[in-house]
């Protein structure tokens, strides 16, 4: 099974076993759709989850206690690529890396190797002749064909 990373559990909340999840999906209300999570492996269903302050706080199945939810800090959740529903154009992230990385006269940059998350916003880490940073907003990535495995960026002088 495919699994995609989408978000860490950073705390517990309450005393019956809830945890806080910060969510990598575009936004928490999309990350509540989910209805079941898998963490270290370990499939959870969700039994029901809501959103609060841009986080979700969930309550997985089997985790009861805060002792419980307590040993599930710090855990990466994933869920399975098929769970994920994306409308016509949406892509994920991950589905970048890998792709060869143009410009927008069509000349190979290099591949994308990865999507970093750094504070401002997501970044393009493209490695060709030389290692390239583009940032995912500004209008820098001007297409991306996932079915192809390209993607086209516009440059600044410097870059």
């Known amino acids: 099974m495919d ?5 860490r559990i950073v705390n517990t909340h309450g005393l019956r076993g809830e945890v806080k999840i910060e969510p ?14 898998y ?8 039994e029901r989850a809501r959103v609060h302050k841009n986080f979700v706080i969930a309550k997985l199945s089997g985790v009861d206690s805060i002792d419980e939810a307590e040993r599930l800090r710090n855990r990466v959740v994933s869920v399975p690529r098929e769970d994920i529903e994306l409308d016509e154009g949406e892509f994920l992230l991950t589905d970048l ?27 393009l880490e493209i490695r060709g002749e030389r290692e390239i940073l583009v940032p995912l907003n500004g209008g820098f990535l001007l297409d991306a064909d996932v079915e192809a495995g390209t993607v ?6 410097g870059m």
């Open 152 to 157: 086209t960026v516009r440059l600044i002088e």
């Open 24 to 37: 990598w999906a575009d936004s928490a209300e999309d990350f509540c759709a989910f209805r079941r999570l």
């Open 39 to 46: 963490v270290e492996g370990a499939e959870r269903k969700v």
């Open 3 to 7: 699994l995609i990373e989408t978000g």
């Open 97 to 123: 890396i890998g792709c060869r990385a143009l410009d927008e006269g069509g000349a190979e940059l290099g591949k994308v190797t990865d999507v970093l998350t750094p504070p401002g916003g997501e970044v």
